[in-house]
């Protein structure tokens, strides 16, 4: 068995802008189980930046430790990539973030990775705004080692096992927004249409863009009673709206449909409209998105889509001041200005 892609490809297939095909932005074959949601997601981190003509080698895919660490070997394979150890994922992000700004940082974790073992790392990079975008594979189990219940479980769910969880979940998405994530949302591995413009949305986001993606374990939690299989979250889905993601510069077109219209504009000018559907809800409001994530979780229904966004937020570098130019090209010159700047430093001190 190989794991190798075969390199023939169609020689018709379109090419974006840069001159690249899709498969340009592909990586190694999938190792996961046939049908893992984490799969889909890949898929559409791969459209995403496909058709936003982002050079792979400009990007850098972070991870820690599980099903959803493994999954940047399988996209983007002409980019950088570093695979940390358990829970620790973002504070390679910042590391790397600080010393190379002009980079796009995509970290991949899971609900053990973030929810568990690397709680107080995911709590500071959100409260730093590190400008990156962090993505949940969110299956509510531990499926590298036989599917016990993660921290993300639903209280009641049914393991395949058939022992019932009695703990309250660690709603990830509520908690981004309240440590002050700039940018907030929520899908499904089986809703490609949605995530793909929620993936280019959170690209463009300067700050923290965080999404959270209920991605099924088609082995250890796709069963009966399973609040987190494909089955139950198909029937249990509410929407905030239909997205349109509107590059800057591209020709615009609008729909007139019933219900109104929220537009987006983020930090470059791009644009996104949300085809409003949840009632009282305000994207722009920290308090509003969280009230329409809890009442959703008390009808028992997921609600996907964007659920929070700071147009006005600061990202670590704006935060900390730092050069515009990334520190890891700055000379010795910058970076040792000699011992009379030093002392003119302490001067000042006194």
């Known amino acids: 068995m190989t794991f190798i892609r075969p390199k023939f490809r169609h020689p018709e297939l379109k090419k974006n802008a840069l001159g690249y095909t899709v498969d340009y932005y592909e990586g190694a074959l999938s190792t996961l189980c046939a049908g893992c949601g984490h799969d889909s997601i890949s898929a559409a981190i791969v459209q995403a930046c496909y058709e936003m003509n982002i050079e792979p080698h400009k990007v850098a895919k972070l991870s820690g430790i599980g099903c959803?660490?493994?999954?940047?070997?399988?996209?983007?394979?002409?980019?950088?990539?570093?695979?940390?150890?358990?829970?620790?994922?973002?504070?390679?992000?910042?590391?790397?973030?600080?010393?190379?700004?002009?980079?796009?940082?995509?970290?991949?974790?899971?609900?053990?990775?973030?929810?568990?073992?690397?709680?107080?790392?995911?709590?500071?990079?959100?409260?730093?705004?590190?400008?990156?975008?962090?993505?949940?594979?969110?299956?509510?189990?531990?499926?590298?080692?036989?599917?016990?219940?993660?921290?993300?479980?639903d209280i009641g769910s049914k393991s395949k096992a058939g022992s019932v969880n009695p703990y309250e979940p660690i709603d990830l998405a509520s908690l981004a927004i309240e440590l002050g994530a700039s940018f907030v949302a929520q899908s499904f591995s089986g809703d490609k249409v949605q995530l793909v413009p929620l993936i280019k949305a959170a690209i463009e986001h300067q700050g923290l863009a965080f999404i959270n993606v209920v991605s099924p374990c088609v082995t250890f939690n796709n069963n009966p009673g399973s609040t987190k299989s494909y089955e139950y979250v198909r029937a249990h889905t509410s929407a905030t709206g239909t997205l349109d993601f509107v590059p800057e510069r591209e020709t615009i077109t609008a729909s007139y449909a019933e219900g109104s219209i929220e537009q987006i504009e983020l930090h470059d000018g791009t644009k996104m409209n949300l085809h409003k559907l949840e009632q009282d809800w305000n994207p722009h409001d920290r308090i509003s998105a969280i009230n329409a994530v809890k009442q959703a979780q008390h009808r028992k229904e997921l609600l996907t889509g964007l659920l929070y966004v700071n147009q006005d937020s600061q990202e670590l570098h704006d935060i900390l001041g730092t050069t515009g130019q990334p520190l890891n090209s700055l000379g010795e010159g910058v970076l040792c200005p000699g011992n009379d700047a030093l002392k003119s430093i302490n001067k000042g001190l006194r």
């Open 68 to 153: 959803s660490s493994k999954t940047p070997s399988y996209f983007l394979s002409y980019s950088h990539g570093f695979n940390s150890v358990h829970g620790r994922m973002p504070s390679i992000a910042t590391g790397a973030n600080l010393a190379n700004r002009d980079l796009l940082y995509i970290g991949i974790s899971g609900d053990g990775d973030s929810a568990s073992i690397g709680m107080g790392q995911f709590a500071h990079v959100i409260r730093r705004n590190l400008n990156m975008v962090y993505i949940v594979m969110n299956n509510g189990c531990y499926g590298l080692t036989k599917g016990q219940d993660s921290a993300t479980a």
